[in-house]
Each structure stands twice: as C-alpha cells, then as structure tokens.
C-alpha cells in the first residue's frame, strides 16, 4: 500500500506517492514566476495557487505512479512550518481526501521532511542517528542534533532573515531576478577571484549556533551605493556575498560535529543545491573525516517526495506501536 505525501507551506504545490520507502511518482507545480514581480512571496497569490493546483497535481502524481485512490493507506501533509493561507489549503484537501478514503492523515514538520529527503536517494547508504541536520531554505536557517525521526534538537536559527531570503534580497539590489539563490550562484561562478569584497561573516557570540543576515545584507546595501554595477561587479559582489554567508554556516555545522561529538552532517533545503556550498563544505568534511549528505538539487528545494516518505515512515512506526501494543493487552 503506497502513502500520498502532499506539500503546499510556501509557493509550490506538490505530491508524491512513496511505497516502501520507493519514490513511486513526484509532482511540483511552482508559482514563483507570479511572485517574481515583487521579489518575494505574495502569500495570498500562493495560496490561490495551491487551491487552483492542488487537484491537478496530486492526480498527475496518482497516474505517474501508476497508484489508484484504493491502493493509498494514508495521506501526508505538511503541518508546518509555513505561510497560513498555504498551510491550510493543503491540510483541508488532504483531510478531505483521506476521510472519503477512509484512511488515516499523517502530519508532517517541514524542517524534518527536508532533512528527511536524504533517506530517499538509493544510490547511498543513508545517514545514521545520530546526526547533525541543518535546514538551509528561503524560510530557515537552522541547526538541530536529530537523535530520530522524531526527535530534533533545535541548538540554532538564524535571529533575523534566513539565508535563501538574506540571497533573494541581496539579489533585488542588484537587480538579478527572483528566486536569488540561483541568480546569485550563476553570477558568482562567473568571478575570477581576483580581489573580492570582505563583507562581514557573523560568527556571533562565542559559542553560538544562532545567525544573523541583516548585517551582511545592509554591507552589500552600502557597497552598492554610487557603484557602476556592471556585470563584473556584480559577479564580485555575488561571489563574495556568497562566500562570507557560506564561511559562517561551515564553521557552525563544523563546531556542532565537535561539540557534541558527532561525525554526519545531512543539509537540506532550497540553498542547499548550491554547488559552492556542496564544495566548501564537502573539503572541510572530508579534511575532518565527517561524513556529507545532501540530496538531488530536486528533492533540495520544496517537494511532496520528502512529506509522502517521512509521512509512510511515521505511519509504519506509528501501526507498529499500536500492534505492540494490542498484543501485549491479549
Ligand atoms: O526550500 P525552498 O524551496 O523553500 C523554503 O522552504 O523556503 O527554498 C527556497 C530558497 C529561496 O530563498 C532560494 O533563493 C534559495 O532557496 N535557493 C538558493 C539556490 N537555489 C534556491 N540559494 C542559494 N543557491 C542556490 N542555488
Ligand atoms: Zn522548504
């Protein structure tokens, strides 16, 4: 019996079908060239999306998997975190369709369901708990020890923007397009290394696993003031704006491995499938003897694969503890 997984936290409307731990069929239809006017989500245009989308996607994704409405044993949906609005057009069809089935909904957390993409690429071993998870995206910036499924540690987010926002505005004053993370990137791998900017990297105070973008974002605010922005210059900002962001994010999953002596690191999230972030922080493990785990750029940014496979793991641990249960009453 395969589980839907349905995601609609933010601007993508999605589903997936997972069978045993098998991605059957994942579907994402995104509305971000309609936010890219405002550099940033509208999220009244995202919910209206979804509710317009949501229908669609979720049979293109039953076809694809070759999977029947009767053939589902329960429906996951993204809880939350997320935009409201959003949220709710998910939970709503979700729960309707899963009540009609007459099968169970399964909650899911986005900031797991991230990490938990890493478990559905087969071409690797996967991660063991317990490890150090770091959610990288338009909306988080956080680092947790995960000890199990369920079991997430928060030890620090970011206190003001999150990365892949702190990328999109900095992307809206340079004037390179929406969403910034790629546009950013693509700029940056233009830049000869020649005499980049040293914006300032914010460690925080000692010890701290928390961060801070808006000191980074008002030095590029400033440098761009009175610059003739031309293509190199903007390839120089890019590049050193990314490379400060990234110095700090290295450092910290680097000092959580030591500080609570672990030796994974699983990443996950929309900036995650930035390439100079794989290579810097894939040296660093590699000097340590750490091991890296990130997914396809695919299953990085916001997907109903990583809510269907959490969403069926949950659902089994959940049945197994129900039957353990009945049998030790017997
Ligand atoms: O995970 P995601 O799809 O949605 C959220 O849960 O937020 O992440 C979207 C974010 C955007 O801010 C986007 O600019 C950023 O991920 N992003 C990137 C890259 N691709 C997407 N940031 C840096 N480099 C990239 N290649
Ligand atoms: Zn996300």
Not at 43 to 66: C, D, G, M, Q, W
Not at 150 to 164: C, H, N, P, Q, S
Not at 174 to 183: D, E, K, N, T
Request: hydrophobic letters at 40%; a positive charge.
């Amino acid at each position: 019996m395969a589980v839907l997984g349905i995601e609609t936290s933010c601007d993508e409307t999605a589903a997936a079908v997972v069978d045993d731990g098998r991605l059957l069929a994942s579907v994402v239809s995104s509305s971000v060239p309609l936010h890219e006017k405002y550099g940033g989500v509208i999220p009244e245009i995202a919910s209206r999306f979804h509710v317009e989308y949501i229908n669609k996607v979720t049979r293109k994704a039953l076809k694809k998997a070759k999977v029947r409405l009767g053939g589902l044993e329960s429906v996951a949906f993204t809880g939350g975190p997320g935009l409201t609005g959003s949220l709710l057009v998910g939970k709503a069809f979700a729960g309707a369709l899963a009540y009609s089935l007459g099968i169970p909904t399964v909650t899911v957390d986005h900031l797991a369901a991230h990490l938990f993409a890493n478990f559905l690429v087969k071409k690797r071993p996967n991660p063991g708990f317990p490890f150090v998870g770091a959610v990288v995206s338009g909306g988080h910036t956080s680092i947790f020890i995960c000890r199990s499924f369920k079991d997430f540690e928060l030890i620090g987010r970011t206190r003001d923007d999150a990365i892949g926002e702190a990328f999109d505005k900095v992307a809206k004053i340079l004037g390179i397009g929406y969403p910034g993370g790629p546009a950013i990137e693509k700029y940056a791998k233009g830049f000869t290394r020649k005499n980049p900017i040293n914006f300032p990297r914010a460690y925080l105070e000692k010890g701290s696993f928390d961060f801070s973008l808006s000191g980074i974002k008002t030095a590029v605010f400033y440098h761009v003031n009175g610059v003739d922005l031309s293509r190199r210059e903007i390839s120089r900002i890019a590049w050193s704006f990314q490379e400060a962001v990234f110095d700090v994010l290295v450092e910290k999953l680097v000092r959580a491995c030591g500080r609570f002596k672990l030796t994974e690191i699983v990443l996950g999230g929309g900036v995650v499938s930035n390439e100079r972030l794989r290579v810097k922080l894939g040296c660093v493990c590699r000097r340590q003897g750490y091991k890296l785990f990130y997914p396809p750029a695919a299953l990085c940014l916001d997907n109903a694969a990583m809510v269907a496979g959490i969403g069926e793991v949950l659902f089994r641990k959940k049945k197994e503890a129900k039957n353990g249960f009945q049998k030790k009453e017997q």
